[in-house]
């Protein structure tokens, strides 16, 4: 057994909305360590500049290579739309990015081959899941959607309130009457909102989390190369912030599914 299968899965994201990629980790990876690093400190990425995006991602990405991790994880969409090759030509292991696996997904689950998406401003400008699903099929049919208020409405615990309500409706009028049969939920926010989402859609409509879809396409990683954590040991976790931002504890959990222990504030 090599000592560095024993070594973390590192996960980072602009924020907190990453623990809902580390909490579905968890669950499918339950013997991975992982360190996650969430820039609470300069969150919102979605509406900053291109440059600004690829120079934080690559401050994250080698404060975690310093952690040793054995792969890397961008679990926010917005740096995974914009810096993914400048973190994948910076990192000596494995990157995956949400995009990726939640377009795989998507594209395999739709049956008319229409697929709405739904994400921050910066990922859909992006236009990267439309790209993303083309590579896999080109006749998919893509209609993409911005929804900047339901970051702040999910960080204000609004899961269903009547006000998350009317504008997840507004949002999702215009991407329903398209016909689609599946929904990409684009940031790793929206899958708190998925009760909410799947009400308004209908039963007709597939929800695809892209955090399932990246704990399954880390867990296919790790056993095509042997990276499987086989020392027995419990799953350690540790959370890195870069600014403890007002009531993190509460949304923190509620992201995670369970207490947030072991938090250090850090500077890049």
């Known amino acids: 057994m090599s000592p560095f299968t024993d070594q973390a899965i590192g996960v980072f994201d602009s924020g907190i909305g990453g623990l809902t990629v580390v909490r579905a980790l968890m669950e499918r990876l339950p013997f991975e360590n992982i360190i996650y690093f969430g ?38 969409n917005t740096m995974a739309a914009v810096a993914y090759q400048a973190i994948r030509d910076l990192s000596p292991v494995p990157v995956l990015e949400v995009i990726g696996a939640g377009a795989a997904e998507a594209a395999a689950k739709t049956v ?111 056993a095509a190369k042997k990276l499987e954590n086989a020392s027995g040991d419990p799953a350690q976790y540790l959370y890195c912030i870069s600014d403890v931002p007002y009531r993190f504890q509460t949304i923190g959990e509620r992201f995670l599914g369970r207490t947030l222990s072991c938090v250090e504030t850090v500077r890049l």
């Open 39 to 76: 820039d609470t400190a300069r969150v919102p990425y979605g509406i900053k500049s291109v440059e600004t995006i690829n120079r934080y991602a690559l401050q994250i990405t080698e404060f975690l290579l310093r952690k040793n991790v054995k792969l890397l994880i961008v679990a926010c």
């Open 112 to 222: 008319n081959r229409t697929i709405g998406v739904i994400g921050t401003p910066a990922t859909i400008n992006s236009n990267a899941y439309a790209r993303a699903i083309h590579r896999l099929d080109r006749d998919i049919r893509i209609f993409s959607q911005s929804c900047p208020l339901f970051v702040p409405l999910v960080e204000e615990g609004w899961l269903d309130h009547e006000a998350t309500r009317l504008t997840a409706a507004e949002y999702l009028k215009p991407v329903l009457a398209e016909d689609i049969d599946t929904l990409v939920l684009g940031c790793t926010h929206y899958p708190l909102l998925k009760p909410l989402l799947a009400d308004i859609v209908g039963p007709g409509v597939r929800l695809i989390d892209s955090a399932e879809a990246m704990a399954e396409q880390t867990a296919d990683l790790i």
